[in-house]
């Protein structure tokens, strides 16, 4: 379990290093000629290629060859620019070096989701209390810090020696890529569940005979429970989650970029400093908070929370918005948007894949991480594609409060009575190691994480579904 932590991390990290590196250098580099438009374009990049990378995950097994291949895309990418960078610092590498970000950035939005659903599966697979704990939410910590390692340190270091760097994280991550086993999957699959349902049956059948001849305490049936057994929510609920993962990333991402705007606009030269602090700061903070009240606290409680905050938040920013004493850069207006930030963290950081994770089945967990994460890219990148009409049309001021609405309408709205409760989402007892005789004479163990192991070392996974009566 430590071990896969180490290389999820390790993957995640090196990803979340590469992109955001690329965020900053470009606009910062080449302020005159890119500035806020090439900050935007390679966020639509990224975006676009993420929502795409979430539909191919939801249809498509994950295989280590194609998370490989865009690993691979970056780093000859990230290598390519280092060269273009170091031979010539004129802009007549201009054009040349900007596509190269953007073609680095589409592979790291493509391996994204891969990266992160199959961390947040294969997490929740092995230890589901572990996972609402802190390992589960220790990835998204990762990248969090990492955004703000790169945020606060990207002026004090060459851009040649921060290409380097991330292309030499990209190439360890690649080599750890090659450690992570796929997740068992056999009983999600036809032709698994036929081999496995004889032995069950037959089992079940040599049981209940020798129940009623001679009753033997230490034998055991297996059946395969029902998902409504399993106490799996149902897809209204799970509807309901996805349409407020939408609100809050529309008002969190509108925030972030009228933030951006403001700074690289008015103090370019403090922009990845002051953007750190303002934006990053409260993420990282409020990221460690859900971490540590995940499991002490809730989720339905800190999604409120959240919810209240922000919306509060948001009014305030359109009010002050509204005072020309305000503009164009005030602290009171980036204590806003930090206090915005850090509730966003708490309650949208790592809990929505958690009650995610809990909503389904084995067999559809990776169907609903992909749509999860599908659904919302795709309100990040309407917020990056209309930010600049919407504000103009409406004004600053305006589009704040309706973002305002909008989260007030995803507070009254979540209403899911079975969250506050955590002891309704059964997680499986674990049971005591009992045995009982296979057909042919061979004997079948039961282990804490609801495998049935044959002893001369075959095995096959019974998941979540298995019941012991």
Not at 160 to 165: A, K, P, R
Request: net charge positive; with cysteine; aromatic share 14%.
């Amino acid at each position: 379990m430590l071990f896969f932590v180490r290389d999820v991390t390790v993957l995640l990290l090196a990803t979340a290093l590469v992109g955001f590196s690329m965020e900053f250098m470009v606009p910062v580099s080449y302020q005159s000629p890119i500035g806020l438009r090439g900050n935007i374009c390679f966020r639509v990049a990224f975006l676009g290629a993420a929502v795409i990378g979430a539909r191919v995950w939801t249809t498509t097994p994950r295989l280590k060859t194609h998370v490989f291949s865009m690993q691979l895309g970056c780093l000859f990418t990230f290598t390519g620019y280092m060269f273009l960078w170091t031979s010539s610092r004129n802009l007549s590498t201009y054009w040349s070096s900007f596509s190269l970000f953007i073609v680095g950035l589409l592979f790291i939005g493509l391996a994204y989701p891969f990266l992160f659903c199959s961390a947040a599966i294969h997490l929740y697979e092995s230890a589901p209390e572990a996972w609402r704990g802190t390992f589960g939410c220790l990835p998204w910590l990762m990248i969090t810090v990492a955004a703000t390692l790169v945020q606060i340190t990207i002026t004090r270091f060459p851009w040649g020696l921060w290409i380097s760097v991330c292309s030499s994280l990209a190439f360890i991550a690649n080599f750890f890529l090659s450690q992570i086993s796929e997740p068992d999957r056999q009983l999600m699959q036809k032709t698994d569940l036929s081999d496995a349902q004889p032995l069950i049956e037959s089992n079940d059948t040599e049981n209940s005979t020798k129940s009623d001849s001679n009753a033997n305490p230490s034998e055991v049936r297996f059946l395969i429970a029902d998902q409504s057994d399993f106490g799996c929510f149902s897809q209204t609920r799970f509807q309901t989650l996805i349409w407020l993962m939408v609100m809050h990333h529309i008002t969190g991402a509108s925030a972030v970029m009228y933030l951006a705007e403001l700074m690289l606009e008015f103090a370019p030269k403090l922009w990845p400093v002051d953007y750190a602090v303002a934006i990053g700061l409260p993420q990282v903070i409020g990221v460690f908070l859900a971490c540590l009240f995940a499991n002490r606290v809730p989720s339905v409680y800190l999604l409120r929370f959240s919810s209240v905050v922000m919306t509060g938040t948001s009014f305030a920013l359109g009010y002050l918005l509204k005072q020309p004493q305000m503009k164009p850069i005030n602290s009171c207006l980036i204590t806003c948007i930090a206090f915005g930030l850090l509730a966003y963290a708490i309650g949208w950081g790592p809990i929505p894949w958690l009650l995610v994770n809990q909503m389904h089945s084995t067999a559809d967990r990776r169907w609903a991480m992909g749509t999860a994460f599908f659904v919302s890219s795709i309100a990040l990148l309407i917020v990056h594609v209309t930010f600049e009409l919407l504000i103009t049309v409406l004004g600053i001021g305006n589009y704040f409060w309706i973002v305002a609405l909008i989260c007030l309408c995803s507070t009254f709205h979540f209403r899911m009575p079975r969250f506050t409760n955590r002891g309704s989402v059964k997680i499986l007892p674990r049971p005591n190691v009992k045995l009982c005789l296979h057909p042919v004479g061979q004997a079948l163990r039961v282990d804490p994480e609801s495998r049935v192991h044959l002893l001369n070392r075959k095995r096959f996974l019974l998941g979540p579904r298995l019941k012991v009566v």
